[in-house]
């Protein structure tokens, strides 16, 4: 007992030299991340410092936040569509713009309406108790968070699978038809305040091909986000030179091959699905997120530069179920460890609550850059692939190609 202590105490003061030699030996004026085996531990370092350093500065304005927004809901009146909100960070993010007055637009695919306008309700009122400071708490809560009733004005559900471009196509349908009737869209309020793309998949159980041929990470996790995208600017429903784009990328971004090299390694044209199966199920969802990034920040700096506010963030790790679709045993081990590890929703999402309700600092405002990259709370660079702006027109290019076909080109998948 007393040796396997020792050798547990032993272990950082014998890892950390090793490591260091390892990132001077092979670092040389390279990304951290792309440091042959270092990058992960370089992610994870870095996801936990952001966690800690942030946490208290984040504490402090959300107890604000809420003990000011208590008397005058701060976001009254705000229309927010986003999506994957039925369960891990996305419900932690509708919580807490629910609790602070929002109007909810939720595609989400299965989900059933009396449940999420539960749970988000429910969400809001646990959140506005944790952070709200006075004593008779839970009256101040009550009426902050509102009546039962009120979800039927402030929250409706859509059905959406972003896997599949006729469903969120289907959605589209339905949205334009909701806005035509009398309700929660009124005339002369026909746009969202917020759109926050949030929906994602790691789908680690071997290779998923969607009904338009496309990988099943890769289209949920950037076609589906990019089609929806492109309805929302297309169809005028974001507001010009108001509106923030919201999209949840991942520190994983980065540690993606570059674009062009993933391609060129698989023999396979942008959108082609590729892999091998559980092997490499990892390298496509970082790739997906890779190629999000690029398009965020491509239409940010390019196509609709001035005309919102593009915030593209990561958000660190999260106790989400975005692991319960590995394989059986990783399917139950890895969301535990999620759990006891990582930040619940709830506090992870307090970022996003921040961007949303602060607009003189996360709106659109002339003389600041409308792509703007975040890790957590912190302004900070993407992959400087996603900066490129050759790789960014490739990409919005591409995509404008794929989403007029709605087909993937051939691919090469060794393996399901
Ligand atoms: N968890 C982390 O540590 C972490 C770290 C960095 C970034 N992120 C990012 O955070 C975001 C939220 O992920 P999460 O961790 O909260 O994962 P999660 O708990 O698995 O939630 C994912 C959400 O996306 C929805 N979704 C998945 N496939 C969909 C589809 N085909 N159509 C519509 N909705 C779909 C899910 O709905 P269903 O119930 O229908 O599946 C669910 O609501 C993602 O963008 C993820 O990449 C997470």
């Given at each position: 007992m007393g040796i396997l202590l020792l050798s547990i105490l032993a272990l950082p003061p014998l890892v950390?030299?090793?490591?260091?030699?390892?990132?001077?030996?092979?670092?040389?004026?390279?990304?951290?991340?792309?440091?042959?085996?270092?990058?992960?531990?370089?992610?994870?370092?870095?996801?936990?410092?952001?966690?800690?350093?942030?946490?208290?500065?984040?504490?402090?304005?959300?107890?604000?936040?809420?003990?000011?927004?208590?008397?005058?809901?701060?976001?009254?009146?705000?229309?927010?569509?986003?999506?994957?909100?039925?369960?891990?960070?996305?419900?932690?993010?509708?919580?807490?713009?629910?609790?602070?007055?929002?109007?909810?637009?939720?595609?989400?695919?299965?989900?059933?309406?009396?449940?999420?306008?539960?749970?988000?309700?429910?969400?809001?009122?646990?959140?506005?108790?944790?952070?709200?400071?006075?004593?008779?708490?839970?009256?101040?809560?009550?009426?902050?968070?509102?009546?039962?009733?009120?979800?039927?004005?402030?929250?409706?559900?859509?059905?959406?699978?972003?896997?599949?471009?006729?469903?969120?196509?289907?959605?589209?349908?339905?949205?334009?038809?909701?806005?035509?009737?009398?309700?929660?869209?009124?005339?002369?309020?026909?746009?969202?305040?917020?759109?926050?793309?949030?929906?994602?998949?790691?789908?680690?159980?071997?290779?998923?091909?969607?009904?338009?041929?496309?990988?099943?990470?890769?289209?949920?996790?950037?076609?589906?986000?990019?089609?929806?995208?492109?309805?929302?600017?297309?169809?005028?429903?974001?507001?010009?030179?108001?509106?923030?784009?919201?999209?949840?990328?991942?520190?994983?971004?980065?540690?993606?091959?570059?674009?062009?090299?993933?391609?060129?390694?698989?023999?396979?044209?942008?959108?082609?699905?590729?892999?091998?199966?559980?092997?490499?199920?990892?390298?496509?969802?970082?790739?997906?997120?890779?190629?999000?990034?690029?398009?965020?920040?491509?239409?940010?700096?390019?196509?609709?530069?001035?005309?919102?506010?593009?915030?593209?963030?990561?958000?660190?790790?999260?106790?989400?179920?975005?692991?319960?679709?590995?394989?059986?045993?990783?399917?139950?081990?890895?969301?535990?460890g999620?759990?006891v590890?990582?930040?619940?929703?709830?506090?992870?999402?307090?970022?996003?609550?921040?961007?949303?309700?602060?607009?003189?600092?996360?709106?659109?405002?002339?003389?600041?850059?409308?792509?703007?990259?975040?890790?957590?709370?912190?302004?900070?660079?993407?992959?400087?692939?996603?900066?490129?702006?050759?790789?960014?027109?490739?990409?919005?290019?591409?995509?404008?190609?794929?989403?007029?076909?709605?087909?993937?080109?051939?691919?090469?998948?060794?393996?399901?």
């Open positions: 950390f030299p090793i490591y260091s030699w390892y990132v001077l030996k092979y670092g040389g004026g390279r990304e951290p991340f792309d440091i042959p085996l270092t990058g992960f531990f370089h992610l994870l370092v870095e996801d936990f410092d952001i966690i800690f350093k942030d946490r208290e500065g984040v504490d402090k304005w959300t107890r604000e936040f809420y003990d000011n927004a208590n008397t005058n809901r701060a976001l009254e009146g705000k229309r927010v569509l986003l999506t994957g909100s039925n369960k891990g960070f996305g419900s932690g993010i509708a919580g807490h713009l629910y609790a602070s007055g929002a109007t909810l637009y939720l595609p989400c695919r299965r989900c059933n309406q009396t449940e999420l306008r539960r749970l988000v309700r429910s969400n809001a009122l646990s959140y506005c108790e944790f952070y709200v400071s006075s004593n008779n708490k839970r009256d101040k809560c009550l009426k902050m968070v509102g009546p039962e009733e009120e979800t039927a004005t402030r929250l409706e559900t859509f059905d959406m699978d972003l896997s599949d471009l006729d469903s969120i196509d289907n959605f589209t349908q339905a949205l334009k038809a909701r806005m035509a009737t009398p309700g929660m869209f009124q005339t002369g309020y026909h746009q969202f305040d917020a759109f926050i793309s949030n929906a994602a998949l790691i789908s680690a159980g071997g290779i998923e091909i969607t009904k338009q041929g496309f990988e099943a990470m890769f289209a949920v996790n950037f076609v589906g986000a990019a089609r929806l995208l492109d309805f929302l600017i297309e169809n005028g429903l974001l507001k010009k030179g108001e509106s923030q784009i919201i999209s949840i990328t991942s520190q994983d971004h980065r540690l993606s091959l570059p674009i062009e090299e993933h391609l060129k390694a698989h023999g396979v044209t942008f959108g082609a699905p590729f892999g091998r199966g559980i092997s490499d199920a990892m390298p496509r969802y970082d790739y997906s997120k890779l190629v999000l990034t690029t398009y965020i920040m491509g239409l940010g700096m390019q196509d609709y530069a001035g005309d919102y506010a593009f915030l593209d963030i990561c958000p660190g790790p999260i106790a989400s179920e975005i692991a319960s679709n590995t394989p059986w045993p990783l399917n139950v081990i890895v969301p535990a999620m759990r590890v990582f930040p619940s929703p709830m506090v992870a999402s307090i970022p996003i609550l921040r961007m949303v309700a602060d607009g003189e600092a996360f709106g659109v405002k002339p003389g600041r850059p409308s792509a703007r990259h975040f890790q957590l709370t912190r302004e900070a660079s993407p992959r400087k692939d996603a900066l490129d702006p050759r790789l960014q027109r490739m990409v919005i290019d591409q995509t404008k190609l794929l989403l007029k076909t709605r087909k993937a080109p051939e691919g090469k998948v060794t393996g399901m």
